[in-house]
């Protein structure tokens, strides 16, 4: 799993908090990737961060759910 965020974004804090506790209760391994040293993620993704990607593809973005990123991530 993987977030994508920007330094200085409290959307992304706050996703970054979601992710840490889901993943940390599911003993999910996750990474996170900042879009300003990536131009290409920085392209793809700047009007979106945070973004929550699950096997590469777009799960979420703007505010992650919990209990839906703990859904998918179980399924």
Request: net charge negative; charged share 35%.
């Amino acid at each position: 799993m993987t977030l994508i965020r920007k330094p200085g974004c409290h959307l992304c804090d706050d996703a970054q908090a979601v992710v840490e506790k889901v993943c940390a209760d599911l003993g999910v391994r996750w990474e996170q990737k900042d879009i300003t040293e990536d131009p290409r993620l920085h392209d793809q993704y700047w009007e979106q961060i945070p973004v929550v990607l699950i096997d590469g593809e777009q799960h979420t973005f703007w505010r992650v759910d919990e209990g839906r990123l703990r859904r998918a991530l179980t399924d």
